[in-house]
């Protein structure tokens, strides 16, 4: 379908909507005026979508600044709890951050999303510290993440190909070295400071990737490919993947 005729097919409104949004989900206490500069919007518009979206406490107003409300948790919890991924994932990400006694590490499980990975669900320990853990709904890059890399080498080549920036050298390189250690990716440096990590794909009934596996910490890209932890990895993202294709 053409870009002309989906935009035939949007709502406007609804899409300025989301645009706003997304935007707090990343920026919270925006004004609106910096909200209308940042999306290019009219900001008139945006005060108008604004009030319209508290009716719902889809987003709270303190003083002349904004932010997400109840109404968003209730979405986004309702998309997690619905999602067969992390009902099937994470049983295998509790088994392995049980392993991770003596790590300072998370366990997570991300869902694919287009050009990034999203966090559906992390498990940690009290050794983990607290700036280490993404929360749940943070995007990172499908092309430089261990998440993003294990889902990319399970993919076959012609779809790679569609993934922005998947064939860049440095990325074909990391995708061939991911699928020569069969599935697992490694990141010595992570999306946040200090942070390196190890991922597995999950794929459903095709065969095809959805999301990962992910353990992330204080040099876990540093444990081999043969270690426990990379083979307890491997072995939970096989059984999560099974269980998917089956249901």
């Known amino acids: 379908m053409s870009t002309t005729s989906n935009r035939r097919r949007t709502v406007s409104s ?24 940042e999306l290019g919007l009219d900001r008139t518009t ?8 508290a009716e719902d406490d889809l987003v709270v107003r ?21 999602s067969r ?12 951050q049980r392993t991770l006694v003596q790590q300072r590490g ?10 990034e990975m999203m966090v559906l669900e992390r498990v ?45 050298p440095e990325t074909a390189a990391a995708i061939e070295a991911t699928r020569a250690r069969g599935g697992l990716a490694t990141v010595a440096r992570g999306v ?4 390196s990590a190890m991922a597995t794909a999950i794929t459903d009934s095709r065969g095809l990737p959805v999301g990962s596996l992910v353990i992330a910490g204080i040099d876990i890209s540093q444990q ?11 072995s939970a993202s096989r059984k999560a993947s099974s269980e998917l294709a089956a249901r």
């Open 192 to 195: 946040l400071p200090g942070l």
């Open 85 to 96: 991924l992390r009902q099937i994932a994470l049983p295998y990400a509790i088994d392995l």
């Open 14 to 37: 609804v899409a300025k909507a989301t645009a706003v949004l997304r935007f707090l989900g990343r920026r919270p206490g925006a004004s609106s005026g910096v909200i209308a500069h």
């Open 124 to 168: 940690w320990n009290r050794r983990t510290p607290l700036s280490l853990i993404l929360g749940v709904g943070s995007r990172v890059g499908v092309t430089r993440t261990a998440s993003g890399l294990a889902v990319l080498a399970r993919l076959p080549d012609e779809l790679v190909h569609e993934v922005p920036g998947a064939t860049d």
């Open 46 to 53: 945006v005060h108008r979508l604004l009030v319209t979206l």
């Open 224 to 234: 081999p490919g043969t270690s426990d932890m990379a083979r307890s990895l491997q």
């Open 106 to 115: 998370v366990v997570s499980i991300d869902v694919w999303a287009g050009t």
């Open 62 to 82: 303190t003083g002349s600044r904004w932010q997400l409300g109840t109404g968003a948790i209730s979405l986004g919890g309702a998309y997690v709890d619905q």
